[in-house]
């Protein structure tokens, strides 16, 4: 059994995620398996459209990257080993985001970080009742990326920045709102729907197999998001959000407070910076500011100690809370990068 499986099926392009005892969590190898696909089905003449699943796992379609090794290289001083992984993976993120032809994504289960980097940037994103969406990058010292922060920016309102520092999942019907996904499909009808598009390349039969979009809960809380979140800063923020003190406040105060300060400070900020860039290209760069930075100046290496290695879910973070996180700080993590700086356009290789 192989980690990704990248084959012709009909007329359809198709790549499954195979790791189901890892929630089908992205490893380096699988993001270049994609990147080589992508190269070669965007020039061949047989292939009509690009179908992505993660099917073989019940539970997620893919639940995020790989973090085990990025905190092995990150506690010895290796931090190029993380900056080579993230160079190859937004490689393939734009590769993806600007294919020349129809994207279909089935988005089950758990699709969390890497997977939205590999699922939410197709041209026709299907969800079903199990499906649950989020960003929780800044639970682990990491800001949106994958291009997800471009997905953030151009989310409704400053629902955006909500998403990006709660990490707050959302179902089907949010997931379409917040611009992560298109469609709503019952489950049982994948399978089916699946085979028309292999054999057919009609990527109109998405449309006629849609069912209507489910209740949107976030949609009914968007004037409340946007009155909190329209500061500058993450302290203009948590302030609105005190002074408010409503129950939703609270909560989503709570749910800040489990993340990294430097990086909910910085989130806030890249989703600044995006909404007025608007392209993947600037996304990609300006997430990669940051991520270069993270485990040397940041709070990553400790986030995954915390969550994934120990699983002790008490990190001990760089600063002590929300109010202090210094601006000065947060305008380092996202200084240009000189020749560090992304680039797009070179193949990488695994190392």
Known sequence: MTDIECRIDGQAGRITLNRPQALNALTWDMCLEIEKALD????????????????????????????????????????DYGRRFWRDEYRMN????????????????????????????????????????????????LVPDIGGSLILARAPGRMGEYLGVTAARMGPGDAI????????????????????????GDWEAIDRAAAPIPNAPLAARQTEIDAAFRGETLRDVANALVIDGSEFSKKTLELMRKTSPIAIACTIELI????????????????????????????????????????????????????????????????????????????????
């Open 40 to 79: 070669a089905w965007a020039v061949d003449p047989a292939v009509t459209l690009l179908i992505i699943d993660g099917l073989p796992c019940e539970k997620a379609f893919c639940a995020g990257g790989d973090l085990a090794e990025m905190h092995r290289s990150g506690s010895a001083g290796d931090f």
């Open 272 to 351: 600044h910076r995006v909404r007025s860039l608007d392209t993947i290209e600037g996304a990609l760069g300006m997430e990669y500011r940051f991520t270069h930075r993270a485990m040397e100046h940041g709070d990553f290496i400790e986030g995954i100690r915390a969550l994934i290695i120990d699983k002790d879910n008490t990190p001990n973070w760089r600063h002590a809370d929300m109010t202090s996180v210094p601006a000065m700080h947060v305008s380092a993590m996202l200084l240009p990068l000189g020749e560090a700086a992304l680039d797009l356009t070179t193949p990488g290789e695994l190392s």
């Open 177 to 200: 709102y917040a611009g992560f996904a298109d469609y709503y499909i019952p489950f049982d009808q994948w399978d089916a729907l699946i085979k028309t598009l292999s054999k057919t």
């Open 94 to 141: 734009a590769k993806l985001f600007n294919f020349p032809k129809p994207v279909v994504t089935f988005l089950h289960g758990f699709v969390m970080g890497g997977g939205v980097g590999v699922g939410c940037h197709g041209s026709h994103r299907i969800t079903c009742d199990s499906t649950r969406i989020a960003m929780p990058e800044c639970k682990v010292g």
